[in-house]
């Protein structure tokens, strides 16, 4: 067999089960061990310190230079006691990983060494970050960036090294991160949305968000991922027959973990629990070698920091069982990918979930209007909601009869989608008070909706599960604060609008309850459009959702216009999420990360079939010659009665090898011409139809090549190995 391949293949077998953590007792006896909660702070640094802490938290009240030494100084001791001997502001940039620069506590004068962390190395540091994209926002002669602490997120110990959660923003104050904007559309959210409940309960001063991430990934033997330059390279295999048996027997999904899997899935669980993360569910998923984990729901910002650490520290865990977790929306053709779904609620400051349907008439008459409100949220904006997710990874995924559909719509089961229609069957032509009334009569009627838990829908990117919403188009590798901040400024626009317009009907005249009722009944109508209860994945539903007018996502560089239009650059401006400029920055990285992206698939592509697929293909050839010369020799001119499958299949080869090499050669030329085009925006979507098309082009002769050489001499680990332990 191909060298490269037998040893990744013998080296793979020889992995064992092993565990590496045996921490004592239940989890409860290290749950946190990692984290600098608030509780143990208090026990390193004075009162007034600790106060100032806490203020900082809960109000954003800004710390007092003195003061902020001793913290610093009482996170220092905290964190040398555990053996740390780093810090480092840890910030979320516009690349959906974090970023981290270690500094040594360590400091030197006059020869003596001393441990020192000051106030102002916690508060704030200047990475030279000129290399993260900034989308024109910060020039490279212009290199300072500032990390800011992030008091509302805990300090926490990762491999020696103390991590302070951290803002990242230009010298001139743009969000260069995905914090910065998902704090600001968590505030105006909390804003608009206290000034709808306050119609019914005035007592509400605050809302927040409550978020469960969900976690799709694939574990492969770190042998054969390394045998494999795609992998590698692309977190994705660009070529690759399909295995005989994949997932159709549907025999993966909660079935049995694999003793490796599971003994590394123990192993991380331990390490994220000692960092605080709420982990609760592990699981099968539908491919082979698929998994997915999901930790308890909690607040916004806690949840997006947890799934970035998490996703750090399944692939530090994964390296010590020789295991590579993939986190790519689409690493294998022909079966399922992985994404991260979202589950999002929105909570008062007394406990209230907004999402949780009533056990009394006002109690669902609120809810109604928190539901119609997200409706018309996301029915305005469909298409930039959906298009947070659009990556070049998830383009691999979305649409594709495993993954939510390309296009949005909203599931709400069948109850409340009955409750819904009778409102909207209320005279809608004339708005008159009476049939408000009348409307408001169906949900007095409704003692308590229940929505059928049961009543799910697999094939719906955004579905209502009871008591909060699911976002399921989400990538698997995806930072999920992009969608979340989407998806918290349109619905703080939709609720703003609901309060103006029920004020407006109660200053006509109108009384209250009717006048709410007037406007669910206004947003449900108008938005009836995104409600879809039926088969996302069914050809009527892409019709008929066009017939809607809703625009479904079919090539990522597209969709990135919509950052362009003036609706979406309005509505940040108008909750105070982005600026126009930062709008702006942000089209700019997401076609620049896409051209690079695909840039780097392309040459992978085209390498690994001229270095690997060709090479492998002519020696088979000459086997095949050398066995027809013998034939030859032996039968003399009968000899073509003995040999003409192999002259066929020679045949194919030279055909195969030749349309590769001359694709390859058209890729190349794709790209320079691509490359060419200035504007960036034009360049990713010559890239996504022009690049891409003849990637496409080559991996179907690969992967028939693959089908036709000789299995000993193929250089790369095949699905079949890669995908079942
Ligand atoms: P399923 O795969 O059936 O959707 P999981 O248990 O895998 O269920 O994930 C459900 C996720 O939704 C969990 O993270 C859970 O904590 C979260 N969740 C449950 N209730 C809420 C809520 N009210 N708000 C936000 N997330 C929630
Ligand atoms: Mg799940």
Known sequence: MAIFRQRALNEASAHDVRRFYDEDG?????????????????????????????????????????????????????????????????????????AEKHEAFISFKNGEAFEKFNGS?????????????????????????????????????????????????????EALDTKVPNLKSLHALSEAAASVVNLFDESVKAVKVNLGI?????????????????????????????????????????????????????????????????????????????????????????????????????????????????????????????????????????????????????????????????????????????ATVATLGNSYRLGGDEAPPAVMSVFSGSTLYEVFSSIMEMDEVNESETSALESIKIVNSIPEIFPDNTDRNRTSPFAFTGNRFEFRAVGASQNVATSVYVLNSIVAESLREFRAEVDALEAAGEERAAAVMTVVRRFITESRDIMFEGNGYSRE?????????????????????????????????????LAPNEVEARFEILNETYVKKLQIEARVIGDMCLNHVIPAAVRYQNVLIENIKGLKDIFGDAYMNYCASEIETLKQISSYINRISSDVQLLVEARKKANRIEEIAERAKVYSLEVKGMMDKVRISADNLEMLIDDEMWPLPKYRELLFF
């Open 214 to 386: 969900e976690q799709e990934y694939f574990v492969v033997d770190e042998s054969l991922y390394n045998a494999r330059m795609d992998l590698r390279m692309t977190g994705r295999t660009v070529i690759g027959h399909t295995s005989a048996k994949d997932q159709q027997l549907e025999d993966h999904y909660f079935g049995a973990i694999p003793s490796r899997v599971s003994s590394f899935m123990k192993d991380f669980e331990t390490e994220a629990y000692k960092l605080g993360i709420l982990l609760k569910t592990r699981h099968n998923e539908v491919a082979p070698n698929q998994f997915e984990c999901a930790p308890v729901y909690c607040d916004a910002i806690k949840a997006i920091d947890q799934n970035m650490m998490l996703m750090i520290v399944m692939q530090k865990v994964a390296e010590r069982h020789h295991l590579k977790v993939i986190l790519h929306e689409k690493p294998f053709n022909g079966v399922n990918g992985s994404g991260k779904h979202c589950n999002w609620s929105i909570v008062t400051d007394t406990g209230v979930n907004l999402l949780s349907p009533g056990k009394t008439p006002t109690k669902n008459l609120q809810f109604l209007s928190f539901y119609a409100s997200v409706l018309k949220a996301v029915h305005r904006h469909h298409y930039l909601l959906m």
């Open 121 to 173: 190395a916690l508060v704030q540091q200047e990475p030279d970050a000129s290399s993260f994209p900034n989308g024109g926002l910060r020039n490279t002669f212009e290199a300072r960036g500032y990390s800011a602490w992030d008091p509302s997120s805990p300090v926490f110990i990762m491999d020696g090294t103390l991590c302070i959660p951290s803002v990242f923003v230009s010298y001139t104050g």
């Open 541 to 577: 539903w892409e019709q008929e959702a066009q017939r809607r007018g809703l625009r479904p996502i079919v090539n990522v560089a597209q969709a990135y216009e919509v950052y362009n239009e003036p609706q979406t650059v309005e509505l940040f401006d108008k909750v105070g999420v």
């Open 26 to 98: 239940p989890v409860s006896n290290y749950f946190g061990l990692n984290v600098l909660d608030l509780d143990k702070m208090r026990n390193y640094m004075s009162q007034e310190a600790y106060e100032a802490v806490l203020a900082s938290v809960r109000y954003g009240a800004k710390l007092d230079r003195g003061l902020s030494n001793e913290i610093a100084a009482g996170m220092m001791t905290w964190a040398m006691e555990m053996g740390a001997t780093h810090y480092t502001h840890l910030f979320q940039p516009l690349t959906d990983s974090t």
